[in-house]
């Protein structure tokens, strides 16, 4: 996910160019490489260029009610600052960016977008994935799933919400 912005960091401020993504990335960063596909739009400001688009991608998650693997869709709202490390006409070393943890464009202005999908990526994850909203979970009694239907234990199934509040009545 490489754009080269040696043109765009000799433009004026505020050149926009807008870039169709279309690659496969290794967004969980274990090394299972996704589709990733959106538009970004690279705009020169003053110190840096600044990157915002919207991405689509997709990661295999564990269902934390009934223990299915599943792939679920993730929206991924770009939007960070790359800060060139070489001045583009004359080749100097630049200051390094003031904030820690900035994103750079490497010495050949190479700007790469992998490091930040992948974040985006970990963010973007719920912490408690469900392969559908009304998933039915594993039967606390015998441990079967029960979207595939009822499991077949004497006493009716009550979902785990309920039990919970059954407890504090
Ligand atoms: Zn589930
Ligand atoms: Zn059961």
Known sequence: ???????????????????????????????????????????????????????????????????????????????DEYHPTVDVVSGTPLPPPEEPGSFTIDTHHILDLTEAIRQYTLLAIPMKPVCREDCAGLCQNCGENLNQGPCGCPSPVTDPRWSELTRLL
């Open 1 to 79: 996910m490489q754009i080269n912005v040696s043109q765009l960091l000799q433009a004026p401020v505020g050149t926009e160019r807008d870039y169709q993504v279309s690659d496969v990335v290794d967004v969980a960063g274990d090394g299972n490489g996704r589709q990733v596909e959106g538009k970004v739009r690279l705009i020169r400001t003053p110190r840096s260029i600044l990157v915002k688009g919207g991405l689509s991608t997709d990661v295999e998650l564990t269902c934390s009610r009934c223990l299915s693997v599943f792939n679920a869709p993730l929206a991924l709202n770009v939007e």
